[in-house]
């Protein structure tokens, strides 16, 4: 199964080495992009980071923030390769200088078919079609245990009158 | 940056106009949860169950449009947590 590596930060928030490309890969240039399960777009980036990718702007979209405000950003169509795998979706830039950070979001989670696993000893990025088909293979084994333990164990009624010679 | 983009504010203010004059009535009542791709020029509407799919849409019916996305029966298009902000120079290798 195919386990792709995720960073941790100093508060335990997961990373991911994502390359980031618009018109040509000639473009590409590499990010550390966290993780942001609040994040609900595909992926969050500076404008000022975004310049020399190559992207082509189409669209402007409106983002509610946690602190109940909105703010009016543009988006441009790029493509995300993440350990080779490409993605290809709407990309919105951060206008206020003051943003540093790269986020990914939850519909390039599932465009990309991924799954993010965390627990106390760290991340991984796994493939939600692999794990469809181990859980499908699990499903299968148990019942096939399940049918083999009936043909071999009788049957036990519950009627207790059966139970007692009496 | 294109010159079309060059005052976004006003593209989406522009959008959101089109939208709630034209299109909201009847998408919030048959379409809620769908993205539509506000095409500012031609003021026409594209709708698909994702971002992507109302942008590529609109794009491949006007490929010269100024779009703004909106999601349907919601404030923004996207939600984005901003607590959850870090800075990079924290990433632990």
Same mark, same amino acid.
């Given at each position: 199964?195919?386990?792709?590596? @995720?960073?941790? $930060?100093? $508060?335990?928030?997961?990373?991911?080495k994502?390359? @980031?490309?618009?018109?040509?890969?000639?473009?590409?240039?590499?990010?550390?992009a966290?993780?942001? #399960?609040?994040f #609900?777009?595909?992926?969050?980036? &500076?404008? %000022?980071?975004?310049?020399?990718?190559?992207? %082509?702007?189409?669209? %402007?979209?409106?983002?509610?923030?946690?602190?109940g405000?909105?703010?009016s950003?543009? +988006?441009?169509?790029? %493509?995300?390769?993440?350990?080779?795998?490409?993605?290809?979706?709407?990309?919105?830039?951060?206008?206020? &200088?003051?943003?540093?950070? @790269?986020?990914?979001?939850?519909?390039?989670?599932?465009?990309?078919?991924?799954?993010?696993?965390l627990?106390?000893?760290?991340?991984?990025?796994?493939?939600?079609?692999?794990?469809?088909? +181990?859980?499908?293979?699990?499903?299968?084994?148990?019942?096939?245990?399940?049918?083999?333990?009936?043909?071999?164990?009788?049957?036990?009624?519950? $009627? @207790?009158e059966?139970?007692? &010679?009496? | 940056? =294109? !010159?079309?983009?060059?005052?976004? *504010?006003?593209?989406?203010?522009?959008?959101? /106009?089109?939208?709630?004059?034209?299109y909201? *009535?009847?998408?919030?009542? =048959?379409?809620?949860?769908?993205?539509?791709?506000i095409n500012?020029? !031609? *003021? /026409?509407?594209?709708?698909?169950? /994702?971002?992507?799919d109302?942008?590529? !849409?609109?794009?491949?019916?006007?490929?010269?449009?100024?779009?703004?996305?909106?999601?349907?029966?919601? /404030?923004?298009a996207?939600?984005?947590?901003?607590?959850?902000?870090?800075?990079?120079g924290?990433?632990? *290798?």
């Amino acid at each position: 199964m195919s386990a792709k590596e @995720v960073s941790l $930060n100093n $508060n335990g928030h997961p990373y991911i080495k994502i390359k @980031v490309y618009g018109i040509s890969d000639s473009f590409a240039q590499e990010f550390d992009a966290l993780v942001d #399960t609040g994040f #609900t777009g595909f992926l969050h980036m &500076p404008l %000022t980071l975004a310049l020399p990718l190559g992207l %082509t702007l189409l669209s %402007t979209a409106n983002y509610s923030i946690g602190d109940g405000s909105t703010v009016s950003n543009l +988006i441009a169509f790029g %493509t995300i390769d993440y350990e080779g795998q490409k993605t290809f979706g709407p990309i919105s830039l951060e206008q206020n &200088p003051q943003c540093r950070d @790269v986020l990914i979001g939850m519909e390039y989670i599932h465009q990309s078919k991924h799954m993010l696993v965390l627990c106390e000893a760290g991340a991984v990025m796994l493939d939600m079609e692999e794990m469809a088909q +181990i859980a499908i293979k699990a499903r299968e084994a148990l019942e096939q245990s399940k049918a083999a333990s009936s043909e071999k164990s009788p049957t036990i009624s519950p $009627n @207790v009158e059966n139970q007692n &010679p009496n | 940056m =294109n !010159a079309p983009f060059s005052d976004p *504010k006003a593209i989406a203010e522009a959008g959101e /106009t089109i939208y709630r004059d034209m299109y909201q *009535k009847d998408f919030e009542q =048959n379409q809620r949860g769908k993205f539509v791709a506000i095409n500012v020029k !031609a *003021k /026409t509407a594209t709708l698909g169950d /994702t971002a992507s799919d109302a942008l590529l !849409a609109a794009q491949k019916a006007d490929p010269h449009g100024v779009f703004h996305l909106i999601r349907v029966g919601f /404030t923004g298009a996207f939600q984005l947590s901003r607590h959850q902000r870090v800075s990079q120079g924290s990433l632990a *290798k």
